[in-house]
């Protein structure tokens, strides 16, 4: 991807953070101080000086970077890879496995996605859930966006809502009680695609609830199985 230009090498390689251009790099520059030293001595003087200050530059944000708080060193983290590995990614055409969660969710649902484009998908989980007196469905919907990072693994996030209705009947004690539910829903995940197909997920779903669903904010963690195809 470089060209074969050092610097080039040294950018690209550094953009991908792997160890092996980042140990060429170090060893690169130790490389330009010592001809510097034995060869060229006085020679370039100020463009030295300059190198030498950026270096003292970029110790200060390094320093400064450990010194910040653990979650926003993370967060950080997370955005400059994101935008660094900002692209395309390759979204399957379809994908069928469960979505098993928890918190306010359904617990296991069935989960389809459709593929819209290298970047692009629509997610439907459907979720079912039954008892002595009681039972609800409900269907999630979401468009979502996929980033890729290296290798098999994903960022994904989406938009969509929640649609459901729960039945409650308690001849017992002549409680009866049925209707429907609305609720606003986003996620935020990764995932692994391996090269046969399988796909492993864990994603974070918060939902705003509009009608008839209890409390006005919920959310659930669920970890995700499906074949891509």
């Not at 944000?61 to 450990?66: K, S």
């Not at 989960?111 to 008892?131: C, I, M, V």
């Amino acid at each position: 991807m470089a060209g074969g230009c050092t610097s080039g090498l040294v950018i690209t390689g550094g953009m991908q953070l792997a160890v092996s251009y980042l140990a060429f790099a170090l060893f690169f520059f130790a490389g330009l101080l010592v001809t510097d030293k034995l060869f060229i001595r006085n020679y370039y003087i100020t463009d030295f000086v300059l190198f030498a200050n950026s270096i003292k530059y970029l110790e200060l944000v390094i320093i400064e970077f450990f010194n910040i708080d653990i979650m926003n060193k993370i967060f950080l983290t997370f955005i400059f890879i994101l935008l660094v590995n900002l692209g395309m990614a390759q979204v399957a055409n379809h994908g069928i496995g469960l979505r098993l969660g928890g918190g306010s969710g359904f617990g296991t649902e069935i989960s389809y996605q459709h593929g819209l484009s290298d970047k692009n998908r629509l997610e439907f989980d459907l979720g079912l859930q039954s008892g002595n007196h009681y039972n609800a469905w409900g269907l999630a919907g979401l468009y979502q966006w996929v980033w890729p990072i290296q290798d098999g693994f994903n960022w994904y996030a989406g938009v969509g809502g929640r649609l459901g209705s729960w039945n409650w009947n308690n001849d017992y004690l002549g409680d009866h009680n049925n209707g429907i539910f609305l609720a606003a829903a986003g996620d935020i995940g990764i995932e692994y695609v391996f090269p046969i197909g399988i796909q492993l997920s864990l994603d974070a779903r918060p939902t705003i609830n509009l009608i008839n669903s209890g409390d006005s904010y919920n959310s659930n963690i669920a970890f995700g199985i499906r074949y891509q195809f």
